[in-house]
């Protein structure tokens, strides 16, 4: 596998959806038939064992801490994450990558977060404005991380 994509949110939340949308947007417009999409409510231990065979990861969640429709990139590692007992509720990128290390023997290359910030989290279907409006930066975000174009990581 060359890509794997790990898409966390609810699409009955509102802004919380916006990682499974786009997700769904990368289906065969992006992505190619080596790019594996993984679309989840949270981010899951079982989800190691993808993770190890990727060369490229990137993870895609919706943010309240940052402000509605701001897309921020960030480097993931599995270096320094939390010791093997933790549930599935606590989690991240960074601990999956180091499970998939652990567990499996392998990590990609290249891991990256793509967040993007909301503010419209209560039940429905509906984005925000913001969010609806930062949808084609995300993918291209996307698109760039996966094509290893240059990309700007905060």
């Known amino acids: 596998m060359n890509a794997i994509i790990l898409a966390c949110g609810n699409a009955l939340r509102g802004d919380d959806g916006i990682a499974l949308y786009l997700a769904h947007q990368l289906y065969g417009v992006i992505c190619d038939a080596e790019t594996e999409i993984v679309c989840s409510h949270q981010w899951l231990p079982e989800q190691a064992e993808d993770l190890s065979r990727a060369r490229v990861a990137v993870f895609i969640d919706a943010s309240i801490a940052l402000p509605a429709g701001e897309i921020r990139v960030q480097p993931v590692s599995g270096e320094g994450g939390e010791p093997a007992g933790v549930t599935s509720h606590a989690v991240t990128p960074q601990r999956l ?58």
């Open 97 to 154: 990558m180091s499970l998939a290390h652990e567990l499996f023997g392998g990590a990609p290359e290249r891991a990256y977060l793509i967040t993007i910030g909301g503010s419209a989290f209560e039940h429905g279907s509906e984005f925000s404005e913001p969010v609806r409006k930062a949808v084609p930066a995300a993918l291209q975000q996307v698109q760039d991380l996966l094509f290893e174009e240059s990309v700007r990581v905060v």
